[in-house]
């Protein structure tokens, strides 16, 4: 199958400054597109940026975009110096996993605020000079959450069940365009993730312990496998687990028992 060249053509990447975002960034530049890396941590998204560009001679446009400011998105995207023929929604977050019981409002705000209204304002933004070019290209890291629920998973399973249902729903909307649209959902990817979750490093690396999680390499792979489909070709959606996971609450631990939730036999 002829696979499409991405060179020359620039992605715009949320969440640029660490895990999946930056790895993607990486790829779309190892393949000589041109990368609008943006996220809250400008220093971090500048040394990125000068990375790439000497590394692999593409530009690379580090900006100081929250996601969840509608007003600072709708302004950066306006001040674009190029068309973005991708835009990968990646910025995101999972903020504890306190029960709903005992949950704080503020976490909940937040990964709603980020999660679904960040991803829709930025999607909003650009999507309208895709249309008008009747071309581009979107893809949404979802997440298993987005599948599937499990104790403490609450707002965050919702919030990217919401992913994967704006994802859908952007699939009828853009009918009859050329524009496509892929969700990618991971299970458990080492990255930034678990510390912000947990806001304690050490409780994020047990999290990972006696197993081999996927690392943001992996699901950069399978953004850029997407990107890179002949033009007819719309991957709808990619589910994505380390090999020793099953389902976002069956993960096989080294000398761990494999146990029926029904109990033991
Ligand atoms: N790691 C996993 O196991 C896993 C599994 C399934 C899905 N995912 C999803 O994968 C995506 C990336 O997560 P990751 O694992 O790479 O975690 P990460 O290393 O913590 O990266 C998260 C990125 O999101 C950005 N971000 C957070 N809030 C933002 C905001 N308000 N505005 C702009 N950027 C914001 C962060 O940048 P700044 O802090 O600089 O703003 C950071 O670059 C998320 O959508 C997450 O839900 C992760």
Not at 47 to 67: H, N, R, T, W
Not at 126 to 136: C, D
Request: charged share 20%; with cysteine.
């Amino acid at each position: 199958m002829r696979e499409e060249s991405i060179q020359g053509k620039t992605a715009f990447i949320t969440g640029a400054s660490s895990g999946i975002g930056k790895a993607v960034a990486e790829q779309f530049a190892m393949h000589k597109a041109n990368v609008v890396i943006t996220g809250r941590r400008i220093e971090r998204l500048e040394a990125f940026a000068k990375e790439l560009e000497q590394k692999y001679k593409v530009k690379a446009l580090p900006i100081q975009l929250d996601v969840t400011n509608s007003v600072e998105v709708q302004q950066v995207i306006e001040k674009l110096p190029m068309q973005v023929d991708f835009l990968i929604n990646n910025a995101g977050l999972a903020l504890s996993t306190d029960k709903i019981q005992d949950g704080s409002i503020k976490n909940w705000e937040m990964m709603i605020d980020t999660n679904v209204k960040g991803l829709l304002y930025v999607t909003r933004a650009i999507l309208p000079s895709m249309v008008k070019r009747n071309q581009g290209y979107i893809i949404n890291i979802g997440s298993i959450a987005g599948h599937e629920t499990y104790v403490g998973g609450n707002i965050y399973s919702a919030t990217k069940h919401a992913v994967i249902a704006i994802s859908n729903s952007l699939r009828q909307d853009l009918l009859g365009t050329m524009i496509r649209v892929s969700t990618i959902s991971p299970g458990a990817v080492e990255t930034e993730f678990s510390h912000v979750r947990f806001n304690d490093k050490e409780k994020a690396k047990q999290l990972y312990k006696g197993f081999q999680p996927l690392v943001a390499d992996d699901i950069a792979d399978t953004v850029l496998y997407c990107a890179t489909r002949p033009a007819h070709v719309n991957v709808a959606e990619m589910i994505v687990f380390p090999q020793a996971q099953a389902s976002a609450r069956d993960i096989y631990r080294e000398g761990q028992e494999v146990v029926s939730p029904f109990g033991k036999k």
